[in-house]
């Protein structure tokens, strides 16, 4: 039986995502209509969309992410709302995240050194000791204490400034979840804190028209005139900036280069690592079961990361006339792949919706798959795992309701309220 078109947009709404990740709709049109037609209706003072083919099951999320021949990042980019003018679109375009071969490999290998494990594993220890720093007895927002680490670790690895590194959380907040009211207008940094480069960039943010896209050029102005004053008056010559601007990128690779990772870099672990917390404070005995064998920490961060998507899907663009799951795509049509779904199809994973940390094998597609797996992957899971890793030498509890951001993009919390406690009784540590 086909789900009904007026129950599949419930996909696409943002609303739908304020409370919960719709897992129970998920698992039906999983069942019922794996690559399901939803409609885009507007939203505010967001236009309607032409709508998009949704693609639930693990297969054919892998099979869209592993073609870019049939299943294009370039034509359309690899966000779901469509850009309102060509200009903003052919400049998006020149983003890494949104070419394909040969292009996307250009620019890939240009940075990638800063991501290897290698170059992780040279990190590790200052950021096991960031971690280390951040937690205080009490009752604390884990999602405010933590997103310290992701924010502080991008700002090293991309040669920012010690003073400016709140920008990156605020760009990231209202780029990346501006269909939530309390991120769209977000401004945290302390001006008179910043460097002169960092004040020059807070005076230019523009302000925007309801529903202009956040994405789009004129939207970061700022943080355009930052990447280019940065690149000017660089931090580090070893750092990815330089790698950057010595990497023969032209000026819109340049600059598309910094938005992805200044806006985007930080998004995944920043949503993961509170995520990965409530999944084990709503499932105790796997959290007694890890404090016992602090040796699953590997295969629970991998669970935390199946169960709780920091991104829920991604788009594609059909290159050609094709048959996927049984249904027609017309060239040019849009195709978003649901990680969230896939990460749960019992095709693939027994019992998808038990929290288990020692799954194995775990195939989930958080990091997506094919030739734009995540390149921060490695980093995320340093980052992850020293934050666990330190959190059990602590008791947590839960002190109030989580409070989720309303995005159909980004799986969110804005508020995780608990409290810390040094541990009477540290459990044995076989890492």
């Known amino acids: 039986m086909l789900v009904h078109e007026a129950e599949a947009v419930e996909v696409f709404l943002p609303s739908t995502y304020a409370t919960a990740v719709p897992y129970d709709l998920l698992a039906r049109l999983r069942r019922d209509t794996p690559v399901c037609w939803v409609p885009e209706p507007a939203i505010g003072p967001w236009r309607e969309g032409p709508g998009y083919w949704a693609v639930f099951r693990h297969g054919d999320v892998k099979r869209v992410l592993r073609s870019p021949e049939d299943f294009s990042s370039h034509l359309g980019a690899t966000q779901l709302r469509d850009f ?3 200009d903003d679109l052919a400049f998006v375009r020149d983003m890494m995240v949104n070419m394909d071969s040969p292009g996307h490999s250009r620019l890939r290998r240009i940075v990638a050194a800063a991501f290897t494990p290698r170059a992780v594993r040279a990190l590790e220890r200052t950021i096991a000791e960031r971690a280390a720093a951040l937690f205080a007895e009490g009752e604390c927002d884990f999602v405010e204490v933590t997103a310290d680490l992701p924010v502080w670790t991008l700002a090293h690895v ?14 990231a907040s209202r780029v990346i979840g501006y269909q939530d009211a309390d991120h769209a207008d977000l401004s945290t940094a302390d001006v008179e804190s910043l460097t002169p480069m960092g004040r020059r960039a807070v005076a230019l943010r523009p302000e925007l028209e309801p529903g202009t896209n956040p994405r789009s050029r004129a939207a970061l102005a700022d943080v355009l005139a930052y990447a280019h004053d940065l690149a000017e008056n660089p931090v580090d010559d070893e750092s990815l900036m330089s790698a950057m601007t010595k990497g023969g990128l032209t000026q819109t690779e340049f600059e ?3 938005i992805l990772f200044a806006v985007a870099g930080n998004e995944t672990v920043r949503n993961g690592i509170p995520g990965g917390l409530l999944a084990l404070l709503q499932h105790p005995a796997e959290l007694d079961r890890l404090r016992h064998d602090p040796s699953l920490l590997d295969s629970a961060i991998e669970e935390m990361l199946r169960f709780w998507p920091p991104v829920m899907h991604f788009r594609r663009t059909a290159t050609r006339d094709l048959t996927l799951g049984g249904r027609p795509i017309r060239a040019g049509d849009k195709v978003v792949v649901y990680h969230t779904s896939a990460n749960r199809d019992p095709s693939v994973f027994p019992d998808p919706d038990r929290f288990d940390i020692a799954r194995t094998p775990n195939d989930h597609v958080s990091f997506g ?13 340093a980052q992850m795992r020293s934050i666990f890793r330190e959190l059990l030498a602590w008791d947590v509890d839960l002190v109030g309701s989580p409070q989720r951001l309303t995005s159909n993009f980004q799986n969110g919390l804005k508020r995780l309220p608990v409290r810390l406690g040094k541990r009477r009784r540290k459990d044995p540590v076989r890492l």
């Open 84 to 86: 309102d003018a060509p």
């Open 256 to 258: 598309n280069m910094f």
């Open 369 to 381: 798959f094919g030739p734009h797996f995540c390149l921060g992957a490695h980093l995320a899971r």
């Open 158 to 171: 991309l040669g920012f400034p010690e003073q400016d590194r709140r920008l990156l959380y605020d760009w």
